[in-house]
C-alpha cells in the first residue's frame, strides 16, 4: 500500500481549505468493532482522525493497529507516535511499518509519563523527545535514509505533526518551542484546548509577527465540556489547562441537565472565532469518548460534511 496515496488532510490545508480534524481512542482490548462504531461516526465530519498512543499511559490497542483499521472503514488516520515506550530503532522500524499499511500523517509527541498511568513501575524509554522525533521522521522523509545513513528504498514521504500548549508558562517560550518544532520538520500543529481566547490571541499574534504561520497549518483545540465539574476538574488538575473563571461559572450557572448544550455552545462560540484568527487553518475537536457529539458539533458550526455522506451509511 505504500504508493499508493498521499495525505488528504496535507491537500485540504495546502489548497487552503479549513480543516477539521478528530480523535479517536483505541480501545483497552482487541475488539476491532470499537474501532469501526466510533469511525462510523466521525466519517462524515472530518479530515482526519487522530489515532491516539496509549494515551494517558494506560495499554491500549497499538495506534498503527488502529490506524489501519480506520483506513478500512473508510477514514484517514493521523498516527500519534510517543517516545516514552520506544528507543530510536523500534520508532523507525514502526514508522517504515506504518507508512507501507498506507499511514500518511503521523502527530509527535513525548507521551503522558507512565507514573501516571494504569502501571507506574513501568520503564520510560524517552531515547528522543517530540522535537527529536520530528527531526527524525523529516529526514527520513526527505533524504530517504534511517539515522544510521542507510538509503532506504521506500521513504515514509508523511504529513508530520506535533502538539503545542499556548497557555503553558514561561509564556514567551511557547513561541520559542514551537519555531523549533518547525525547524525540525512540523508542518501541521494541533494546539491544547482553548478556552482562553485571548491568550490565545495574543500566541497567535506573536507566531504571525515571528512568521511562523507561514511555515506551518495550526489546528486550534476544542473541547466541549459536559458539565461545570469537568470545567473545574480539568482549570485545577490537568496540567497547562487555562480555563477562565468566567467560563467555569457559565457552566454554574445552567441546571446540570442543560450544561452540556451549554458547554456545546462555548465550543461553537470558540470555533467561529477561531475562524476570524489570522494563522488559524482548521480546529482539532477532541470529544474524549463521545464521537456522537463530534458531527453535531461541526454540522452546527457549518464547518463542513463530506458530500454525498449520508448518516447511517
Not at 96 to 114: E, F, K, P, T, V
Not at 282 to 287: F, L
Request: with cysteine; hydrophobic share 40%; proline share 4%.
Amino acid at each position: 500500500m505504500s504508493g499508493e496515496y498521499v495525505s488528504k488532510l496535507e491537500k485540504k490545508l495546502s489548497s487552503g481549505g479549513f480543516a477539521v480534524t478528530a480523535e479517536l481512542g483505541p480501545p483497552r482490548g482487541a475488539n476491532e468493532n470499537v474501532i469501526a462504531e466510533k469511525a462510523k461516526l466521525l466519517s462524515c465530519w472530518v479530515d482526519g482522525v487522530n489515532i491516539t498512543d496509549n494515551q494517558t499511559a494506560i495499554v491500549r490497542m497499538s495506534s498503527i493497529a488502529a490506524c489501519v483499521h480506520v483506513l478500512e472503514a473508510g477514514l484517514e488516520p493521523i498516527m500519534q507516535m510517543v517516545t516514552r515506550d520506544r528507543n530510536r530503532i523500534a520508532l523507525q522500524s514502526d514508522l517504515l511499518g506504518a507508512y507501507s499499511l498506507g499511514i500518511r500523517n503521523i502527530l509527535c509527541l513525548s507521551g503522558d509519563h507512565h507514573v501516571f498511568g494504569s502501571q507506574p513501575d513501568a520503564l520510560g524509554v524517552f531515547d528522543v523527545d517530540s522535537i527529536q522525533l520530528l527531526r527524525i521522521v523529516d529526514e527520513m522523509r526527505r533524504s530517504g535514509r534511517d539515522m544510521s545513513g542507510y538509503q532506504l528504498d521506500t521513504p515514509p514521504r508523511m504529513f508530520v505533526g506535533a502538539a503545542a500548549n499556548p497557555f503553558a508558562d514561561p509564556f514567551d517560550y511557547r513561541v520559542i518551542r514551537l519555531a523549533k518544532k518547525i525547524d525540525a520538520g512540523a508542518r501541521f500543529i494541533q494546539t491544547q484546548c482553548i478556552y482562553n481566547l485571548e491568550r490565545f490571541r495574543g500566541w497567535m499574534s506573536r507566531l504571525c509577527q515571528e512568521g511562523l504561520t507561514e511555515k506551518v497549518y495550526i489546528l486550534g483545540g476544542v473541547t466541549p465540556l459536559k458539565s461545570a465539574g469537568m470545567a473545574k476538574y480539568m482549570a485545577q488538575k490537568v496540567a497547562g489547562m487555562d480555563i477562565p473563571e468566567a467560563v467555569i461559572r457559565r457552566m454554574e450557572g445552567v441546571p446540570r441537565e442543560k450544561a452540556a448544550r451549554e458547554g456545546v455552545k462555548i465550543a461553537l462560540e470558540t470555533i467561529h472565532e477561531l475562524q476570524t484568527i489570522a494563522g488559524v487553518r482548521g480546529v482539532h475537536i477532541m470529544a474524549i469518548e463521545n464521537e456522537q457529539a463530534v458531527g453535531a458539533l461541526v454540522e452546527e458550526a457549518r464547518l463542513m460534511k463530506i458530500p454525498g455522506c449520508l448518516e447511517g451509511e
